[in-house]
């Protein structure tokens, strides 16, 4: 079930960002919370996303992992609010994995062939994992097949990293740029009203 934060919460429409570790992650943190709090604007949804570097003022911690705590490195592992019982503020820590790589082409210029390589997937793919994650601490639980929020995201590499993009496997569509269907944005308009 989707997580209602608490009216305080609500009523700054805000959650604060403290960032942990970031191995790989720096530059494609920044751009997925950017393009999230642009795609909430798009939406005329009010939530949107601040990083701070002050811990204390957290809601949402990113941190890094390896494969045994992260087995995909294009879904991170967010630890959902729901799970903070009692009279504790929540918090959600989104975990994302370290030094993610993904198996890419490059072209051969000798032989004029292309290869496959493991490298490290561009920013603009890893920021649409942020996003993603970003939606589950936000409070949202369930998977949505039809947008950027589907469970299996998977990658689809250009001979450039920065040409990356995730793909949607089940209706086929590229991101960046993001996109939520009407039922995704209405049960964010529910929690963050
Ligand atoms: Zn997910």
Known sequence: MDFTWPASFQASSRLMIFNESVAGWSVALERGVRDFNRLMEASQLKL???????????NVFVRTAGPDKVA???HGETDYP???????????????????????????P???DRQQVWRTPGD???SVVVAHELLHACGLEAHCDGDVFAEE???ECGYRSADDRLRNKASGM??????LTPDTKARLRTIWP
């Open 48 to 58: 949107r996303y601040e990083i701070t570097t002050h811990r204390s003022a957290a």
């Open 82 to 108: 729901q799970k903070v019982i009692g009279d504790a503020t929540p918090f959600s820590t989104i975990c994302l994995r370290d030094r993610p790589q993904v198996l890419g082409w490059i072209r051969d």
């Open 174 to 179: 590229p991101f960046p740029p993001l996109f």
């Open 124 to 126: 603009a793919a890893l």
């Open 72 to 74: 995909n490195p294009l």
């Open 110 to 112: 000798v032989k004029k």
């Open 153 to 155: 995201l998977v990658a």
